[in-house]
């Protein structure tokens, strides 16, 4: 009986836990966004005492009213030419062009990275994961793989943000019937949340 109130304590605890913790975290981060304001305009300054949250309002504040500017003409002027002072910067460059590739592949509507979740075998035959389609192989890359083959991306349990990328034949990738989402949790949970079952189980590949 106590094994049992023990484990259910802890089943009610560690993901509220988790979940307030990582909040707080991500508030703390975004409040450092307050450090943009001269110190006299601080909440710290005005009210006298430190409040959680206004940093993480002002961030979002911040991205809106940049997206607003970067999608009217002279936003996008500005952002050319602030891109172009960045490209004469050798090392920036390099830098600021591959985050960006990378966050409008991610985040665009048109992009199709994240897009499937595939069943691959690795890292030998006979075992099987989850993975993400990412692309299609391009470039001299391309060229040296025969047959069709698809980028996919093969997150490590029970962290997704390390993984392994592989570039597969398409034959050898199922698409699963299954939303990125789900699959996401069953990475994390180490297979302990099983998606729901759909009406029939997906057996096509990820060739499109």
């Not at 001299?140 to 069709?148: E, F, M, S």
């Not at 962290?159 to 990738?173: A, I, K, Y």
């Not at 949790?185 to 499109?208: C, E, L, Q, R």
């Amino acid at each position: 009986m106590f094994k049992r109130y023990l484990i259910t304590g802890l089943l009610v605890l560690v993901p509220l836990v988790i979940t307030i913790w990582v909040i707080k975290t991500l508030l703390g981060m975004m409040d450092q966004s307050l450090l943009l304001l001269p110190p006299d305009w601080r909440p710290e300054a005005r009210l006298g005492y430190y409040v959680p949250g206004i940093g993480a309002l002002l961030t979002v504040l911040i991205v809106l009213v940049t997206g607003v500017i970067a999608t009217n003409f002279f936003g996008k002027r500005i952002l050319l030419f602030w891109e172009g002072m960045l490209a004469r910067v050798p090392v920036v460059k390099s830098i600021y062009y591959s985050v960006k590739q990378v966050s409008d592949t991610l985040f665009s509507d048109s992009g199709q990275a994240f897009r499937k979740a595939l069943l691959v075998q690795y890292p030998r035959k006979g075992c099987w994961t989850i993975a993400f389609q990412t692309g299609h192989p391009g470039g001299d890359v391309a060229r040296h793989l025969p047959g069709t083959h698809v980028s996919v991306y093969v997150p490590t349990t029970p962290n997704p943000t390390s993984g392994f990328f592989l570039m597969m034949p398409v034959d050898e990738t199922v698409e699963l019937d299954m939303s990125v989402d789900d699959a996401l949790k069953y990475i994390i949970s180490m297979g302990v949340v099983v998606p729901a079952d759909k009406f029939t189980p997906a057996d096509t590949y990820a060739g499109d």
